[in-house]
């Protein structure tokens, strides 16, 4: 019994962190990629959950040895300015996926319990996260055991529709072959980078690593902890992009909106198939409607200069403005048809900042020896990031000219 609460202890921030990446939008883009190239686009799959792990691992790595908050770190280091605009940008990128989320919960529900307006699934699930922000008095302690719950629900349903889409292990091997982008594919792949490597989710774990106690002497479990997060990310990308491959590409579907997996499965391989995948969707939605609202609103409390714990009413309140942006956003966009585009619009602003920002100040701050010691990045992690954030820079001069665009009509 005392190895397994020993195994038990050794994880948590890091599926919190998958959680959060796998909400609506990572979905659509490895539905997407599945739908379009089949198994083509595993490799790029692969690359980013690579990606991700990289800057996860240095953000546990910081947690573990920084005694303040990572953005106060900042206010130190840096100035008061930068630790404003880090928080500000975070919150803003928390609040617009919000806006997805609330759109994927309708969806998912949708699927599970036919016959219920949509519009009322984002206040209900919006009223839930709410009393849990207020209810919870160890807030980390349970959102570490609700995440582990529906990271079960979400394996156990994405998995699960293995036994009724099947898979082609000729196709999966070929697929981890990088090659060039046919036509169509590079935006779909620019997708998955960007819903799959969050820097700002990575950011984020060095508050969740502190939130769960753990210091230098906890170091080993917190890189574990980590890599086995984004692995279970990985894992589940993989398995939506094989049932879409499956059931829509070799069918020359065409891809339109996050429920018609679930459909098309419904449809062709059973009603069960299709429940099972929209429980999966729905677990994945509300486990990064919780988690993503608590990264706004830590990150806006700390950049403030207010308290960033988790439990405090700084956070709580930062983290409330983002669940209720995101509904009353969403909420507009279905029922006015309003609303959804300057949400997007401001979403896209945000992470032009938010996410090379996030990649630059872990990659600097995993390279202080001063502060890492013998902890400090090693020569392949630099590598690997300073690749990360090349390509986040690329997407984010790409994001720039789609809402300039938006903005003036280009």
């Given at each position: 019994?005392?190895?397994?609460?020993?195994?038990?202890?050794?994880?948590?921030?890091?599926?919190?962190?998958?959680?959060?990446?796998?909400?609506?939008?990572?979905?659509?883009?490895?539905?997407?990629?599945?739908?379009?190239?089949?198994?083509?686009?595993?490799?790029?799959?692969?690359?980013?959950?690579?990606?991700?792990?990289?800057?996860?691992?240095m953000g546990a790595r910081i947690g573990c040895v920084l005694e303040e908050s990572f953005i106060q770190y900042i206010k130190k280091a840096w100035g008061r300015p930068l630790a404003v605009i880090t928080g500000l940008s975070a919150f803003f990128v928390a609040a617009g996926f919000q806006f997805g989320n609330n759109l994927g919960v309708a969806y998912a529900m949708e699927g599970v319990v036919p016959g219920i307006p949509v519009w009322l699934w984002p206040i209900g699930f919006t009223a839930f996260a709410l009393a849990f922000m207020v209810m919870a008095k160890n807030v980390y302690h349970l959102l570490e055991l609700v995440m582990r719950f529906f990271v079960v629900v979400m394996?156990?349903?994405?998995?699960?529709?293995?036994?009724?889409?099947?898979?082609?292990?000729?196709?999966?091997?070929?697929?981890?072959?990088?090659?060039?982008?046919?036509?169509?594919?590079?935006?779909?792949?620019?997708?998955?980078?960007?819903?799959?490597?969050?820097?700002?989710?990575?950011?984020?774990?060095?508050?969740?690593?502190?939130?769960?106690?753990?210091?230098?002497?906890?170091?080993?479990?917190?890189?574990?902890?980590?890599w086995i997060g984004i692995g279970i990310l990985g894992t589940m990308g993989l398995v939506i992009m094989i049932g879409a491959a499956q059931t829509l590409h070799e069918s020359g579907s065409e891809f339109k909106h996050i429920g018609q997996l679930a459909n098309v499965l419904k449809e062709v391989l059973g009603s069960s198939a299709g429940l099972v995948f929209s429980l999966g969707l729905c677990a994945a939605a509300f486990s990064s409607f919780i988690a993503n609202a608590l990264i706004g609103g830590t990150l806006l409390a700390d950049g403030l200069g207010l308290d960033p714990r988790m439990e405090k009413t700084p956070t709580r309140i930062c983290a409330t403005a983002a669940l209720l942006i995101g509904c009353g956003v969403a909420l507009a966009t279905m029922?006015?048809?309003?609303?959804?585009?300057?949400?997007?619009?401001?979403?896209?602003?945000?992470?032009?900042?938010?996410?090379?920002?996030?990649?630059?100040?872990?990659?600097?701050?995993?390279?202080?020896?001063k502060l890492m010691g013998d902890l400090k990045n090693k020569v392949m992690s630099n590598v690997i990031g300073g690749i990360g954030l090349l390509i986040l820079l690329g997407l984010a001069v790409r994001t720039l000219g789609i809402v300039w665009g938006k903005m003036f009509g280009a």
């Open positions: 019994m005392s190895e397994q609460v020993r195994w038990y202890h050794r994880v948590g921030p890091g599926l919190v962190t998958a959680a959060v990446v796998l909400g609506p939008g990572s979905i659509v883009t490895s539905s997407k990629a599945g739908a379009h190239s089949g198994y083509g686009l595993v490799w790029m799959l692969a690359a980013s959950c690579l990606f991700m792990a990289t800057f996860t691992s394996l156990l349903a994405f998995i699960g529709n293995l036994f009724f889409t099947g898979i082609n292990p000729v196709g999966l091997a070929t697929g981890l072959i990088p090659g060039r982008f046919a036509s169509g594919e590079f935006i779909i792949a620019a997708g998955m980078l960007g819903t799959t490597f969050s820097a700002v989710a990575a950011f984020y774990q060095a508050y969740l690593v502190q939130a769960k106690g753990w210091q230098k002497e906890n170091l080993k479990n917190a890189i574990q902890d980590a029922q006015l048809d309003i609303g959804g585009s300057q949400s997007v619009l401001i979403a896209q602003t945000s992470t032009i900042i938010a996410s090379p920002l996030c990649a630059i100040l872990l990659l600097i701050v995993a390279n202080n020896a």
